[in-house]
């Protein structure tokens, strides 16, 4: 959408491209930089930072240097995710008919992120703690 590739949603008074484009973008970025920061909770450089890191490579990993923003992270994400659990239909703008269904099954699994980063948090706080 943010390229401007129809998505189905009404896109008419965006900046595209433009402010739109870039904001889509960012925001894709950090979605995939938060979703490496979870994957940091189950690998080894969860506990001690990789040597390639300057200036803290090869240290260890505080716990709850890991886990508070973990846990922040997971209570965002059920607090922003829950109220979409019915689907996107009623959002100004939305695709409708078979667009509407194949978007939500697309988000259903965003569904999952808060509740299961919760789990892998307590998991990892129960592991480096013990």
Known sequence: MGLGI???FDTTGLDIPGWFTVMCIAMSLGVEGLTLL??????P????VPHW????GGKRVAPLAA???????????M?????NARGFGGAQGAPTGPALVVMDACYAPLLLWGPLLGVVTISYYRRRLN
């Open 6 to 8: 129809p998505v189905g």
């Open 38 to 43: 979870t994957l940091g909770l189950v690998k």
């Open 45 to 48: 450089w969860g506990e001690v």
């Open 53 to 56: 890191i300057p200036l803290i």
């Open 67 to 77: 886990v508070i923003p973990a846990s922040l992270g997971a209570a965002l994400l």
């Open 79 to 83: 607090l922003l995710t829950i109220p």
